[in-house]
T-cell receptor
C-alpha cells in the first residue's frame, strides 16, 4: 500500500500549456511538501502545507500554484509551462511540521516541457 | 539560511570496502541533520537523522553517521559496501525553529564488483 503517491509519473507537454500534478498520502500526516529536483539532481523546497495552511512558499514563479483540498492531498498546478520547468517534482509528507520529523517522499513526477 | 556542503559529487568504492560520504553544515547553532538515499527513478528515503539525542546515529541498511560539533560535520559511513548501495545520497539540514529542510547537492555512489 503506497504511502505517498503521485500522478502522473511522467508528463510530457508543450510550452505554454497548463498542467497539474496530484499527490496523496495515506499516512495520516498533517504536513505536505512539494520539491523540485533539477537535471543536476539538486533538490529545492517549493511549498509546504500544514493542515491545509500554507507555511512555506519559496521564491517560485506565480505560475505555480499549490492547492490542498484536505490534509491528505496536495496538488500542484502549473500555468504557461516553460522549458525551464522541466524537472522531477516530488511530493512529501511528515507527521507534523516539526524540526526533527521524517519526511516521506513520493516516487516523483518527471515533467518534460517541449 | 542553513546549508550543507557535500564533499565529492561522486564516490566509487569496491564491494566490501568502506563507504564514507562527507557532509558539513554551516551554522553556529547545531541544527538537525539528515541523510536520505535516492535509488534510481525513485523518491528519497530516510537513512538516519541527528536530533541532538546522541552524536553517533545508526540508520537503516548498516549505515551510521557521527555528529561532530567541533568540525561542523555529519559524515555517513558503512563498513562494507554492497552492490545494492549504489544510489544518490543527500545530506539535509533543518535549523532549530525552522520548517524548511535544505538539501546538499548529493553524492552519487557507485559500487564496483
Amino acid at each position: 500500500d503506497t504511502a505517498v503517491s503521485q500522478t502522473p509519473k511522467y508528463l510530457v507537454t508543450q510550452m505554454g500549456n497548463d498542467k497539474s500534478i496530484k499527490c496523496e498520502q495515506n499516512l495520516g500526516h498533517d504536513t505536505m511538501y512539494w520539491y523540485k529536483q533539477d537535471s543536476k539532481k539538486f533538490l529545492k523546497i517549493m511549498f509546504s502545507y500544514n493542515n491545509k495552511e500554507l507555511i512555506i512558499n519559496e521564491t517560485v514563479p506565480n505560475r505555480f500554484s499549490p492547492k490542498s483540498p484536505d490534509k491528505a492531498h496536495l496538488n500542484l498546478h502549473i500555468n504557461s509551462l516553460e522549458l525551464g520547468d522541466s524537472a522531477v517534482y516530488f511530493c512529501a509528507s511528515s507527521q507534523v511540521a516539526g524540526e526533527t520529523d521524517t519526511q516521506y517522499f513520493g516516487p516523483g513526477t518527471r515533467l518534460t516541457v517541449l | 539560511a542553513q546549508s550543507v556542503t557535500q564533499l565529492g559529487s561522486h564516490v566509487s568504492v569496491s564491494e566490501g570496502a568502506l563507504v564514507l560520504l562527507r557532509c558539513n553544515y554551516s551554522s553556529s547553532v547545531p541544527p538537525y541533520l539528515f541523510w536520505y538515499v535516492q535509488y534510481p527513478n525513485q523518491g528519497l528515503q530516510l537513512l538516519l537523522k541527528y536530533t541532538s539525542a546522541a552524536t553517533l546515529v545508526k540508520g537503516i541498511n548498516g549505515f551510521e553517521a557521527e555528529f561532530k560539533k567541533s568540525e561542523t560535520s555529519f559524515h555517513l559511513t558503512k563498513p562494507s559496501a554492497h552492490m545494492s548501495d549504489a544510489a544518490e545520497y543527500f545530506c539535509a539540514v533543518r535549523a532549530v525553529g525552522d520548517y524548511k529542510l535544505s538539501f546538499g547537492a548529493g553524492t552519487t555512489v557507485t559500487v564496483r564488483a
